[in-house]
């Protein structure tokens, strides 16, 4: 409920304010039609996101827009005829550029979009589709995510696990898999700057994967991340009035990257803002000539930043027709060691940078003089639909130990070769599973990693 702020009364500075608990149902997400404007920054000023409770007040009043974007819903059908009959006639859309990991390869894509149904019982992500010359290549999950169950109330809790997987030509192939847990763990009323509304907040947790197979690398790679997203949902608002995500990438020892999202009315591009120099890396732990991709989060937009990259010690190359002053270097290192990153974002409106100290380590591979093995991670994901568990783990000899989300072991082998490990993992049913590996000649290593069968 959307309430209009009238002037000041006596009766209002005298009696408490109520706070109406809301029903979330299918009427109040996105439809076919829909066009809903968003404001987006990652500075959450004074903020904190996490308190909550029942009858609660959340005042983000102040929150600051760095950019806009907007969110067009159409039919599947009407983008493209056959992905209409893969998705279904129900199904809706809406461009997804930069939420699949392709712009790392060579793969010159017309359009992404993001599969969604939207019925009585749930509000679902069914997949995506990616337009290529003219065609379409659907993604779709097994089990679509179930972003919400309804009529959606306080205290509702769910999971699903979701899987899907596509091959672009012949060289290329994305897999994406995950398990999300939700949580109406508020209600209450929020003041963002586009209004005040009764709202219902959801926790949700998702630990997504996605594995990138193309030929040239040889093995798949393997981008593990944790989102901790807070949503608030309103009546006849469609999509929530602000959602704010915390991202950990697996093997990053930095904080949360951070993305604030609010629902909005047109604001005036500004040329005032200055920037705030963000950034993280595909990888923090790499061979000597392993590409890494530093991802680029600074704000208020690419388009209205410079930037400049420099590295201490400066023995860096960069790839894929990038330099220092690429919004999205991809680099190697020649020489190992630990690496100091720094990221300097400037704008008519000022300047900022951020420096990650000792951000990268740098080992040699197997097989040379001096090969060094600290902090190196090992690659663990499943394959085959969540049927085959694989490791890779260059040269290392060790122990692997399953266990499932209770702690109970259900698989263990000792002494085996980690370098392109495999293991059965059909008989295991879906959920979260603990991988421990265990490097005994190594000063007792060990490495503790989650992977979800969906």
């Known amino acids: 409920m959307k309430k209009i702020i009238l002037p000041v009364l006596l009766f209002s500075l005298l009696a408490p304010a109520v706070y109406s608990q809301i029903t979330i149902n299918d009427n109040d997400l996105p439809a076919a039609g829909d066009t809903l404007r968003y404001s987006l920054t990652i500075n959450p000023q ?57 712009d790392d390869f060579e793969v010159d894509v017309d359009g992404v979009y993001s599969v969604f149904k939207n019925t009585s019982q749930h509000y679902t992500n069914d997949g995506f589709f990616i337009l290529l010359d003219g065609f379409g290549l659907p993604l779709k999950y097994s089990e679509p995510d179930v972003i919400y169950s309804f009529p959606l109330n306080f205290g509702d809790q769910d999971s699903t696990a979701f899987f899907g997987s596509t091959n672009l030509g012949d060289t290329l192939s994305l897999t994406r898999q995950g398990y999300r847990i939700n949580e109406v763990d508020g209600w209450g009323n929020i003041v963002t700057p586009f209004g005040e ?98 991802f680029n989060y600074s704000t208020p937009s690419h388009d209205a930043n410079n930037y400049s990259w420099s590295f201490i010690p400066e023995n860096v190359n960069f790839h894929n027709d990038t330099d220092a002053a690429s919004t999205e270097p991809v680099i190697s290192f020649s020489e190992p060691g630990t690496y100091t990153v720094k990221l300097v974002a400037e704008n008519e409106a000022g300047t900022d940078s951020l420096t990650r100290t000792d951000f990268i380590t740098i080992t040699l591979p197997a097989g040379t003089d001096k090969y060094v093995r600290d902090k190196v991670k090992p690659h663990v994901y499943l394959s085959h639909y969540g049927n085959q568990l694989n490791i890779s783990f260059k040269a ?24 392109n490990f495999t293991q059965d993992f059909v008989s295991f049913g879906q959920g979260i599973y603990v991988v421990n590996i265990s490097v005994p000649g190594n000063e007792n290593e060990n490495h503790t990693l989650k992977i979800i069968k969906p």
């Open 46 to 102: 004074q903020y904190d996101f996490l308190p909550t409770g029942e009858d609660f007040q959340w005042n983000f009043s102040g929150l600051k827009h760095q950019s806009q974007v907007l969110e067009e819903y159409e039919l599947v059908s009407g983008i493209n005829f056959l992905m209409g009959i893969i998705f279904g006639s129900d199904a809706i859309a809406t461009s997804a550029f930069g939420d699949l990991p392709l």
């Open 396 to 419: 290392v000899y060790g122990e692997v130990s399953v266990f499932d989300i209770t702690g109970r072991l259900i698989f263990r082998t000792k002494e085996v070769l980690l370098d």
């Open 197 to 294: 509304f009764d709202a219902l907040r959801i926790k949700s947790t998702i630990y997504e994967s996605d594995s990138v197979y193309w030929e040239s690398f040889g093995e798949p790679v393997v981008l593990n991340r944790t989102i901790t997203r807070y949503s608030w949902l309103a009546k006849d608002e469609k999509n929530p009035v602000l959602e704010v995500s915390y991202t950990v990438f697996e093997g990053s020892d930095e904080t949360p990257a951070i993305r604030i999202k609010y629902r909005d009315i047109y604001r005036e591009p500004s040329d005032e803002d200055p920037p705030v120099a963000n950034f993280d890396a595909s990888t923090t732990n790499a061979f000597t000539d392993e590409e890494i991709t530093l």
